[in-house]
């Protein structure tokens, strides 16, 4: 394991990095964001990461309807999920432009529901319901090769955002109208992902259920950094 000692690492960015077994010993930590999967998270002798857990459920309570196994519940967390989504996107649409807009070198608003449209054809229409059709074309997949332009990926393309929310508005439609019918009995069943090299390679063995809350926690975490870039580009116009 590297290690640092005596480093000024003020400023320090550290990006899709896995930081498994980590240790920070006799540290200066102010002012420091952590965002990501976090687990086990000890601070100064305490396991914090319940307290974290709790919060988050507290402050957005549809997560706990995204871990359950009951489809009803399933079932209402998808039209939560949608509902918040709507909201956002006539915020966006309050102030044209802000769409396109990034902060911190993270996806914009259009990026991350792109992003969005290729999580649905990946872990939903592949992974449960065992589709080969080619993804929706405007979809941003993974960077990694030879994902990141396949299966009917174009990366050339540049739709508007009224464009992106017309497929959305079509998967999440399908998506409910899916959960309206589905069992515990097929929820519970193993995953009928195709057997070729298409994203995502690592689905096969999992249950529909795991699958589905990929969807779910995707559409839940995307949409909450979606709305903390917003805060932040709004306060930065303000000042």
């Known amino acids: ?9 003020r400023g320090a960015e550290f990006r899709e990095c896995d930081l498994t077994g980590a240790r920070l010993i006799g540290v200066v930590m102010q002012d420091a964001v952590i965002d990501g999967l976090v687990t086990n998270l000890v601070v100064n002798g305490v396991d914090v990461t319940e307290y974290v857990e709790a919060e988050l459920d507290r402050r957005h309570p549809v997560r706990v309807l995204i871990r359950s196994e009951d489809p009803a519940d399933l079932r209402e967390a998808a039209r ?51 589709s080969t059709e080619q993804f929706t074309p405007m979809g941003i997949g993974p960077t990694v090769e030879p994902y990141r332009g396949a299966h009917g990926l174009d990366l050339s393309l540049d739709p508007s955002l009224d464009e992106i929310v017309s497929v959305r ?31 995502p390679p690592y689905a096969r063995g999992r249950s529909v259920r795991q699958c589905l809350g990929t969807v779910l926690d995707e559409t839940f975490e995307h949409h909450r950094f979606c709305v903390r870039d917003l805060d932040l580009i709004e306060a930065q116009d303000a000042e």
Not at 1 to 9: K, N
Not at 110 to 120: A, D
Not at 187 to 195: C, F, M, S
């Open 80 to 130: 939560q999920l949608r509902a918040g989504w709507a909201a956002t996107i006539e915020r966006i649409r309050r102030t044209p432009g802000i769409e396109r807009r990034s902060v911190n070198d993270e996806w914009s608003a259009v990026q991350t529901l792109r992003h969005l449209v290729f999580v649905h054809d990946s872990w939903f229409r592949r992974c449960c319901l065992g």
């Open 1 to 9: 394991m590297t290690r640092y000692v005596d480093e000024d690492l």
């Open 169 to 199: 508005d079509a998967q999440a439609a399908e998506l409910e109208a899916w959960l309206d019918e589905v069992t515990a009995v097929q929820l519970a069943a193993r995953a009928p992902v195709p057997d070729d090299d298409v994203w």
